[in-house]
């Protein structure tokens, strides 16, 4: 049990040889003692018991995922919905893996593989991650593992092409820092998109590209060599799209920049593109990892981090995913909220290119839900919680380059 509070302390030894008013003014506090000691043991137990990850439901899971299948995903309005076309829910499991871990298996019908026409499945699964945000609310780390028709998903994804340069010892290059999303050229639409929806007057592909330069911006006082995977000047001149230049995604900035069309052009669509150049990038250059910057969606509330379990990276991937996401929740926990919720780890065999195709540790960081208002969205108004957002990814990429010094 832990420590009583110092307030509180038994005085018994203090009553020997008192008068016998003074006794029986004693004996009548011993009931309201105990009382509170009962209380207190009660209370510490509660809380034991609610730090405890929820155990998540398999069958509400299935539900939320069945849901989604119902609407296509965003981006891909002129397909028909997922359900309509044939992917549908094999099974849903949920095992507990460790003390706060549970793995939560999707099987997914074999026409997932095939529902964008290009062959991706990243949308589609974000959606199915999506759906089930709400519901993993205080379930403590969950690896998702994807599987189609029984076998695992990572098994029919593209590997990281052959040339890339993996790194024997993690540290020696730059970090990249890498803002999700941004507009991009929508092949079905026939026109230029943006990646994500507006909330409330903003947008997640501009807030990530805002957290990032901040992220930057401390990194670089700190010494720390960083590289930025869109434009980072907010100031260059229009790009490909018409827009400005910093809210165009990076596979374009990055062909200007005058990377190889191996990093840039990978992938049938300039949504593929986009999420492969990013990881491409960052095995081009050597980096000594990859941060990805994003916010989230689902309905959920909190901080959360991601690692991919499939690509031979998932023991130093999970140690830099665990230090980015503690330092971030205990830098908004001291400086904004101290109820910010930490929706911990999150996990998958290959459900995001961003981090599957990285040659080097890589994590998404999804720091809040675009789509719940308060206090999610209301922060992400507030620079200054972007700024405190960007202190605690500094403090934490400072606290895992030390450990490989």
């Not at 509400?60 to 309509?84: H, K, S, V, W, Y």
């Not at 970090?175 to 998109?193: D, I, K, L, P, Q």
Request: proline share 6%; hydrophobic share 40%; with cysteine.
């Amino acid at each position: 049990m832990a420590e009583l509070p110092r307030t509180w302390r038994p005085r018994s030894s203090r009553h020997a040889g008192c008068s016998p008013a003074r006794a029986a003014t004693h004996v009548s506090t011993a009931p309201r003692a105990r009382a509170f000691l009962s209380l207190l043991v009660g209370l510490l137990a509660t809380a034991a018991v609610a730090q405890q990850p929820a155990s998540l439901d398999p069958a509400l899971l299935r539900t939320a995922i069945e849901r989604a299948l119902g609407a296509a995903p965003r981006g891909f309005e002129t397909l028909l919905a997922p359900a309509q076309t044939g992917v549908r829910v094999v099974d849903v499991d949920v095992q507990p893996i460790g003390a706060r871990r549970q793995r939560v298996t999707i099987d997914l019908s074999q026409r997932t593989l095939t529902y964008d026409p290009s062959g991706d499945v990243e949308a589609l699964l974000d959606q199915v991650v999506r759906s089930t945000a709400a519901l993993t609310a205080g379930a403590g780390d969950v690896e998702y593992r994807f599987l189609v028709d029984g076998l695992p998903l990572d098994r029919f994804l593209t590997a990281a092409p052959a040339g890339s340069r993996r790194l024997d010892r993690y540290g020696s290059g730059p970090m990249v820092v890498s803002a999700g999303h941004g507009w991009y050229w929508n092949e079905g639409a026939r026109g230029w998109r943006l990646q994500r929806d507006y909330y409330w007057g903003i947008v997640e592909d501009f807030v990530n590209w805002d957290l990032a330069q901040y992220v930057r911006e401390e990194l670089a006082a700190a010494g720390l060599a960083t590289q930025p995977a869109r434009q980072p000047d907010r100031a260059a001149p229009p790009g490909v799209s018409g827009h400005p230049g910093w809210q165009e995604a990076a596979t374009y900035f990055l062909r200007a920049l005058g990377a190889p069309p191996e990093v840039w052009g990978v992938g049938a669509t300039d949504y593929n593109r986009d999420i492969n150049s990013r990881p491409f990038y960052a095995n081009w250059i050597g980096a000594a990892a990859v941060v990805s910057i994003h916010n989230n969606g689902g309905g959920g509330t909190g901080t959360e981090t991601w690692y991919d379990t499939s690509n031979g990276l998932e023991a130093a991937s999970a140690r830099l995913a665990g230090i980015v996401n503690s330092h971030v929740v205990s830098a908004i926990r001291a400086h904004y909220s101290p109820a910010w919720p930490d929706r911990g780890l999150r996990s998958c065999n290959g459900c995001h290119g961003e981090t599957r195709l990285a040659l080097r540790p890589a994590v998404i960081l999804e720091v809040a839900f675009m789509d719940t208002r308060s206090p999610d969205n209301d922060a992400l108004h507030d620079e200054r919680f972007k700024r405190i957002v960007a202190r605690g990814i500094r403090d934490a990429l400072l606290a895992w380059a030390a450990l490989d010094d």
